[in-house]
């Protein structure tokens, strides 16, 4: 059950305000049209492959089901991503082209980091020669500890460095925090560790990596809203439900398409110089990276 904006209080109101942002509606065609590409990094079992599949709207890519990775290859897929089409059917046009990737995840539970390295690299910097990556969705699961985000990300430089020392690559990277489920209607939980995120963990990175701004942190969940009613514990919100999903999406697309017209992008003939230096690199075990 969708609620009508009509019938909604004036505070709810506000939260499907954005349907109508003018930000929106002026894209131009062929902005609407540009591909965009979004590729999604990080450890097993976090979630990247079920972001993917929400992101396209159906089941693309193999979620997990045991403890096992689940991810072996690159993958990729293209289609039109239309993050609120669930909740405006009339405005089935809102949305874009998108070509999603997805990886192996780090820290893989059969020992294959190494090789999985090599293929993440490959695809990483495959794209941001040919077309260029929009955005690199770092995707750890709420409760992950800040030492391990830190780990997670030093593994993103890694696999990077050895092709870019520049710094703009970052304004590229969203850290997705998932299975933040909306639980008897709220997502209250996890609001002193989002709170330390934003804080702490936000401006170490910022000292680790040198950066001058924040990485844009987004909590959501993947996992498909069921109804209180129907679980057994009391009534309805559907509601409460629908709201919270579609605003996940919206912010995902928000900070996606605020990257549209700044993909990260490697030069091919500058590269062609790093290029012996990053095969060897990748030739090296993970960790021992020499960055020239
Ligand atoms: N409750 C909940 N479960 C989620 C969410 N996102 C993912 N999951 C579950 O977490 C498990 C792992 O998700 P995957 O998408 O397979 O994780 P992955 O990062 O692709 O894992 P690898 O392919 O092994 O690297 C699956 O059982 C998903 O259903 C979420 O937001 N909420
Ligand atoms: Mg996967």
Redesign the pocket.
């Known amino acids: 059950m969708i609620a009508q904006p009509s019938s909604l209080k004036p505070q709810q109101r506000i939260c499907w305000r954005y349907c109508t942002e003018p930000e929106f509606q002026t894209l131009s065609e062929v902005e609407q049209e540009t591909c965009l590409n979004v590729i999604a990094l ?10 993917l599949n929400d992101l396209m709207g159906s089941q693309v ?5 045991s403890a096992k ?3 072996k290859d690159i993958q990729s897929s293209q289609g039109f991503w239309a993050p609120l089409h669930r909740y405006m059917h009339h405005r089935e046009k809102f949305g874009c082209q998108i070509n999603v990737i ?1 990886t ?2 780090f820290g893989d539970s059969q020992n294959r980091d190494e090789a999985f390295f090599k293929i993440i690299q490959e695809a990483l910097v495959d794209t941001a020669l040919h077309s260029g990556i929009h955005c690199i969705l770092m ?1 750890f699961k709420i409760t992950t500890s800040s030492d391990t985000i830190y780990k997670s990300l030093d593994s993103f430089q890694d696999l990077i460095s050895p092709y870019t020392k520049d710094t703009k690559i970052w304004r590229n990277v969203l850290l997705v925090f ?4 909306i639980v008897n209607g709220n997502t209250t939980r996890y609001q002193s560790h989002k709170v330390a995120l934003k804080t702490k963990v936000n401006r170490i990175l910022r000292e680790r990596y040198k950066l001058d701004f924040d990485l844009p942190m987004l909590w ?4 498909k809203f069921t109804c209180g009613y129907l679980k057994g514990f009391g009534d309805c919100d559907c509601e409460k439900g629908n709201r919270y999903h579609s605003d996940c999406r919206r912010r995902l697309y928000e900070q996606v398409m605020k990257r549209r017209s700044i993909p990260f992008a490697l030069n091919p003939i500058e590269n062609s110089a790093s290029a012996a230096a990053a095969a060897a690199a990748a030739a090296h075990p993970r960790g021992q990276l020499e960055v020239t």
Do not use: A, M
């Not at 990080?42 to 972001?51: E, F, P, Q």
């Not at 998932?178 to 489920?181: A, I, K, R, S, W």
């Open positions: 990080g450890r097993t079992g976090d979630g990247k492959s079920s972001l890519f193999k979620q997990k089901i990775s689940q991810t997805d192996p995840g995707v998932t299975h933040v489920d959501i969940s993947t996992q």
